[in-house]
């Protein structure tokens, strides 16, 4: 059992930055993959990152390269996702998810992940 919390959501304007946080209630960054997802109204939850805990190895979403990354601090049990230059279509409800099963799908298909934290929402204005 995993219990996952987001925080660090909120409102900014186009080209500011946000970084949020997802607290784990145990140790697992250095054995599993994490990820951040978003879900927009109307639209399926996609990959915005991943990361191997420990090793460092990092995935990125095509439209975040570059203005997005993807971090943890294992004394702290926590993920992090700077968000710089954001863009209105970044606007999402955000998701932590832990735990990749491979045979499930690639890490970008919510179906792979086991564990998901409640959200946190993200709203940029133009």
């Known amino acids: 059992q995993v219990q996952l919390v987001e925080s660090g959501g909120g409102s900014v304007q186009a080209g500011g930055s946000l970084r949020l946080s997802c607290a784990a209630s145990?140790?697992?960054?250095?054995?599993?993959?994490m990820a951040w997802f978003r879900q927009a109204p109307g639209k399926e939850r996609e990959g915005v990152a991943s990361?191997?805990?420990?090793?460092?190895?990092?995935n990125y979403a095509d439209s975040v390269k570059g203005r997005f990354t993807i971090s943890q601090d294992n004394a702290k049990n926590t993920l992090y996702l700077q968000m710089n230059s954001l863009k209105p279509e970044d606007t999402a409800m955000y998701y932590c998810?832990?735990?990749?099963?491979?045979?499930?799908?690639?890490?970008?298909?919510?179906?792979?992940?086991?564990?998901w934290g409640q959200g946190t929402q993200v709203t940029v204005s133009s």
């Open positions: 998810a832990a735990i990749w099963r491979a045979s499930r799908g690639m890490w970008y298909r919510p179906m792979a992940w086991d564990y």
């Open positions: 990361i191997y805990t420990g090793m460092g190895s990092t």
């Open positions: 145990r140790s697992t960054y250095s054995e599993y993959w």
